[in-house]
T-cell receptor
Framework: SQQGEEDPQALSIQEGENATMNCSYK?????LQWYRQNSGRGLVHLIL?????REKHSGRLRVTLDTSKKSSSLLITASRAADTASYFC???????????FGTGTSLTVIP | KAGVTQTPRYLIKTRGQQVTLSCSPI?????VSWYQQTPGQGLQFLFE???????NKGNFPGRFSGRQFSNSRSEMNVSTLELGDSALYLC?????????????FGQGTRLTVV
C-alpha cells in the first residue's frame, strides 16, 4: 500500500499553543498536500508543497518537506478551538490523478 | 467560484438496493475522483474520470461503478448494497497546472446501509 501515516494519531492541546503533526509516505512524489476534515464533513484543502520546496507558509500554517526522509510536517501556530479537526496528508500518484491519504491526526484544541 | 457539490448529503438504503451519488466539480476542472472513507480503512480511492473516460480505478468490486458526463459532472453507482458499504463518499475535483495536480473535495455523501 502506498498509504502514508500521520503521527501522532491524536493530539490534544490548549488554545494558543502550537500543534505539530507529521506525515510519512512511501514513494517519490511530485507534491504533498495537507487537508483538514471537520467531523463527518468533506476535506478542506490547506496547503500544497512541491517536491522541490522545503518549507511553505500560509497564515498560521507552516509546512515542511524532507524528500530524503519521505516525511512532511504541519505546524499550526497559536491554535484556536476552531482548529479542532482531523488533518490528513496526501500524495499524488505519478500520473497525478490518484491521491494516497495518510491515516490522519485528530487534533483537539481545548478552549 | 463555486466549490465541489455533492448530492445528496445523506442517504439511508437497505441491503440489496442500489444507490447513485452525484458530484459537480469546480468549473473548468475536468478530472473527478471518488473516495470512500470509513473508520477502519480510512480514505480509499475508488476511481477517477477525465473527459468522460475512466483513467484510474482502485481496488473495489465491480458493484462500484461510475461515469462522467460531457459537462464533467460525475455519478457513482453502487449496486447490491452491503452493510459494509456504509461510509462517507467523497468526490474530488482537480486540475493539473504545470505538472502539479491540486484536488478539492466536496462535503461528501453519508451513506448508511441498513
Amino acid at each position: 500500500s502506498q498509504q502514508g501515516e500521520e503521527d501522532p494519531q491524536a493530539l490534544s492541546i490548549q488554545e494558543g499553543e502550537n500543534a505539530t503533526m507529521n506525515c510519512s509516505y512511501k514513494t517519490s512524489i511530485n507534491n504533498l498536500q495537507w487537508y483538514r476534515q471537520n467531523s463527518g464533513r468533506g476535506l478542506v484543502h490547506l496547503i500544497l508543497i512541491r517536491s522541490n520546496e522545503r518549507e511553505k507558509h500560509s497564515g498560521r500554517l507552516r509546512v515542511t518537506l524532507d524528500t530524503s526522509k519521505k516525511s512532511s510536517s504541519l505546524l499550526i501556530t497559536a491554535s484556536r478551538a476552531a482548529d479542532t479537526a482531523s488533518y490528513f496528508c496526501a500524495t499524488a500518484s505519478n500520473t497525478g490523478n490518484q491521491f494516497y491519504f495518510g491515516t490522519g491526526t485528530s487534533l483537539t484544541v481545548i478552549p | 467560484k463555486a466549490g465541489v457539490t455533492q448530492t445528496p448529503r445523506y442517504l439511508i438504503k437497505t441491503r440489496g438496493q442500489q444507490v447513485t451519488l452525484s458530484c459537480s466539480p469546480i468549473s473548468g476542472h475536468r478530472s473527478v475522483s471518488w473516495y470512500q472513507q470509513t473508520p477502519g480503512q480510512g480514505l480509499q480511492f475508488l476511481f477517477e474520470y477525465f473527459s468522460e473516460t475512466q483513467r484510474n480505478k482502485g481496488n473495489f468490486p465491480g458493484r462500484f461503478s461510475g461515469r462522467q458526463f460531457s459537462n464533467s459532472r460525475s455519478e457513482m453507482n453502487v449496486s447490491t448494497l452491503e452493510l459494509g458499504d456504509s461510509a462517507l463518499y467523497l468526490c474530488a475535483s482537480s486540475r493539473s497546472v504545470g505538472g502539479t495536480t491540486e484536488a478539492f473535495f466536496g462535503q461528501g455523501t453519508r451513506l448508511t446501509v441498513v
